[in-house]
């Protein structure tokens, strides 16, 4: 539902065990935090509205669900599709570009 409704109407997502004052992301346009060196972290995340990475989180999700696995769906799903879309050029910490893809 995350995914859906970020695609939709643009915005951020963010864990509800999560405390970050609004004004740290003002400003940043599309972004995905890292868990861990080459980890995306689902938990923290912004799209514009129909941003085309989020598409692509979608389309595997429905693709590739496991209900099975714990993660597969979150920081894994999160990480493989993104790897797939940049290839090696994971950066640490919060990524953002203004491109496709922002974690590339």
Do not use: I
């Not at 940049?86 to 974690?103: E, N």
């Amino acid at each position: 539902l995350r995914l859906a409704l970020v695609f939709r109407y643009g915005g951020g997502y963010m864990d509800l065990d999560s405390w970050v004052p609004s004004a740290a992301f003002a400003g940043l346009g599309d972004f995905v935090a890292l868990q861990a060196p080459g980890v995306v972290n689902n938990a923290h995340f912004q799209a514009r509205p129909g941003a085309p990475w989020v598409a692509l989180l979608m389309r595997d999700l429905a693709q590739h669900y496991n209900g099975n696995r714990w993660g597969h769906q979150g920081p894994e799903l999160f990480t493989r599709v993104l790897r797939k879309a940049c290839g090696r050029r994971f950066v640490h910490g919060v990524a953002r570009r203004g491109g496709k893809h922002p974690a590339c």
